[in-house]
């Protein structure tokens, strides 16, 4: 199998004409994200090449330390995401919700690298990549979740008012909405292994393929990343919003504004 044709500047540069497509079709509907279009591929571009420049070199010099920085790097990125998207929670929930996506990203990348690759934790081929993949769908999974809760939260806040004067306690109320929440935020997940391989061909395997590897090798790590990566979606918006609810009231079981 020919291995990976090596893009040159020329070619490379080419690709951002495909964005004029997206402008016409924004001014024809009278979309004002134009600029917003332009930061967002201008910053995407300046972030991945200064990631592939980062990558490059540790690529090159792998030590333990530098993909222990990078992870760690990785992670409060993710944390502080989330964390801005959802400013509203208090201080305690975003506690849960730090340690939820650290620890449970960290598990689930471990056992991935250690048990089903039987590679070093410290090896950067696999370890940063696969950290990659499963921090940022638990990061958009638990952001997907905290909205969905809060915004259901905040529409049943009448429904809870009543059933708390009738004497039904907070963790009655609230858990219907933790696990409405963890549903939808596990939905984009499930729908996306169900077109996997028949509507789509993931990004990880594509990449494999072009790399010159063995679709049938491709296919294996494709399927294993994607149940680690909604193992850790599910692991983490579970224990995000099972810690955070009990946040929300106090020993009197009084909720909490």
Same mark, same amino acid.
């Given at each position: 199998m020919q291995g990976i044709v090596k893009l040159n500047?020329?070619?490379?540069?080419l690709v951002y004409l495909l964005l004029i497509i997206i402008l016409l079709i924004m001014k024809k509907s009278k979309i004002n994200q134009t600029k917003f279009l332009m930061i967002a591929s201008l910053r995407m571009t300046v972030q991945l090449v200064l990631a592939g420049l980062i990558l490059t070199y540790i690529f090159?010099?792998?030590? !333990?330390?530098?993909?222990? &920085?990078?992870?760690?790097?990785?992670?409060?990125?993710?944390i502080r995401r989330t964390l801005n998207k959802n400013k509203q929670i208090n201080r305690n929930f975003k506690l849960a919700v730090s340690f939820s996506l650290a620890l449970s990203g960290l598990f689930v990348l471990s056992y991935f690298v250690m048990v089903i690759v039987g590679e070093s934790i410290f090896n950067p081929?696999?370890?940063?990549?696969?950290?990659?993949?499963?921090?940022g769908n638990a990061m958009t999974g638990v952001t997907l979740g905290l909205k969905s809760f809060n915004e259901n939260i905040k529409t049943g806040r009448n429904k809870i008012d009543a059933l708390?004067?009738?004497?039904?306690? !907070?963790?009655?109320?609230? &858990?219907?909405?933790?696990n409405?929440?963890?549903?939808?935020?596990l939905l984009p997940t499930m729908n996306n292994m169900i077109g996997m391989g028949i509507?789509?061909?993931p990004g990880m395997m594509t990449g494999q393929i072009l790399s010159g590897t063995q679709p049938t090798t491709a296919i294996m790590y494709q399927i294993a990343i994607m149940i680690a990566i909604c193992t850790s979606v599910c692991l983490t918006v579970f224990c995000s919003l099972h810690f955070g609810y009990r946040t929300l009231y106090n020993k009197r079981n009084q909720i909490m504004n």
């Open positions: 500047i020329l070619q490379f540069g090159e010099n792998p030590h !333990p330390v530098f993909v222990v &920085l990078y992870i760690i790097t990785m992670i409060a990125f993710s081929q696999y370890t940063i990549p696969l950290a990659g993949m499963i921090l708390l004067n009738l004497g039904v306690t !907070p963790k009655k109320i609230l &858990l219907p909405y933790v409405n929440s963890l549903e939808t935020a509507v789509s061909l």
